[in-house]
């Protein structure tokens, strides 16, 4: 009987050994989520908060083109092929 209970006196060592092992590895996978969280919500509260040296957009008041900037300036006629502009050095 004590061979039986020296047994699993170890088999239960063991088990708190490995349950040792385990909440460590919870213990850092836990200090990594947080620290994961913490980055991703400073990413967020960065991207929410406005910035001086944000670009400007054509929905804020001020426009930085004029209006005619968009117009096509196209010297060609549409008449000429491709192949004639390449002999011409069109």
């Not at 006196?9 to 969280?37: H, P, S, T």
């Not at 400073?42 to 005619?68: H, K, Q, Y």
Request: with cysteine; proline share 7%.
């Amino acid at each position: 009987m004590a061979t039986e209970l020296a047994a699993f006196q170890e088999a239960l060592q063991e088990l708190q050994e490995d349950l040792d092992y385990i909440r460590r590895l919870v213990m850092n996978a836990d200090a990594k989520a947080r620290k994961l969280y913490q980055g991703v919500d400073m990413v967020i509260r960065e991207l929410d908060t406005p910035s001086p040296e944000a670009p400007v957009t054509p929905t804020c008041p001020f426009v930085p083109w004029g209006e005619n900037d968009d117009a096509t300036d196209f010297e060609d006629d549409g008449n000429t092929s491709s192949d004639e502009k390449r002999a011409t050095g069109s």
